[in-house]
């Protein structure tokens, strides 16, 4: 069974940071592309980054681009998005997915999402 | 980047009824590049459709997608209870990747 759980949401202050990490289980993660996906009430679902299933590839939003950085360990079957400068605009509930297709993707499995909450 | 416009944004209907869910997009995302997913309260969404018209594994039957270039239809052919939720649809033909702002299918 394919399993995506994300941990490392909390509070934090503007211009702080946070490490947010998904950990894969029941597919062979080293062969796919993830990506990170954002969800808010006025703004809704925003694609945030992905990264190619080596590593060697990762693509932002134009929103965090300089913020945020996307990585795995494969070894680990575990993504990570290194989240800077956080700003209020950035809070949201998180998910990792896994991704299908060619190039520009669509997500067939979701971790069940971290909240982060940026506020002073 | 392609913006991906829903309605109705709230669609009141009574189980066993029939629920058609549209999707357009402001330019074509090519012929088959949209999915369609479901999502619950407190929950993460659910892939329901891919390539437009391809069930992702273990979705009923009775969920099925339509359409293709700038004009996309989910349907669900008769509504079961736990149906009740959200829709949303996104594109995978431009990047970068976009969703819709979602539809509410609600008990009448």
């Known amino acids: 069974e394919v399993q995506l759980v994300e941990s490392g949401g909390g509070l934090v202050q503007p211009g702080g940071s946070l490490r947010l990490s998904c950990a894969a289980s029941?597919?062979?993660?080293?062969?796919?592309?993830m990506s990170w996906v954002r969800q808010t009430p006025g703004k809704g679902l925003e694609w945030v980054a992905n990264i190619k299933f080596d590593g060697t590839e990762q693509f932002y939003v134009d929103s965090v681009k300089g913020r945020f950085t996307i990585s795995r360990d494969n070894a680990k079957n575990s993504m990570y998005l290194q989240m800077n400068s956080l700003r209020a605009e950035d809070t949201a509930v998180y998910y990792c997915g896994r991704c299908r297709g060619r190039s520009i993707y669509y997500f067939d499995y979701w971790g069940q999402g971290a909240l982060v909450t940026v506020a002073s | 980047e392609i913006v991906l416009t829903q309605s109705p944004g709230t669609l009141s209907l009574s189980p066993g009824e029939r629920a058609t869910l549209s999707c357009r997009a402001s330019q074509s995302v090519g012929s088959t590049s949209l999915a369609w997913y479901q999502q619950k309260l407190g929950q993460a969404p659910r892939l329901l459709i891919y390539g437009a018209s391809s069930r992702a594994t273990d979705i009923p039957d009775r969920f099925s997608g339509s359409g293709s270039g700038t004009d996309f239809t989910l349907t669900i052919s008769r509504l079961e209870p736990e149906d009740f939720a959200v829709y949303y649809c996104?594109?995978?033909?431009?990047?970068?990747?976009?969703f819709g702002g979602g539809t509410k299918v609600e008990i009448k």
């Open positions: 996104q594109q995978y033909g431009s990047s970068p990747l976009t």
């Open positions: 029941g597919f062979t993660f080293s062969t796919y592309w």
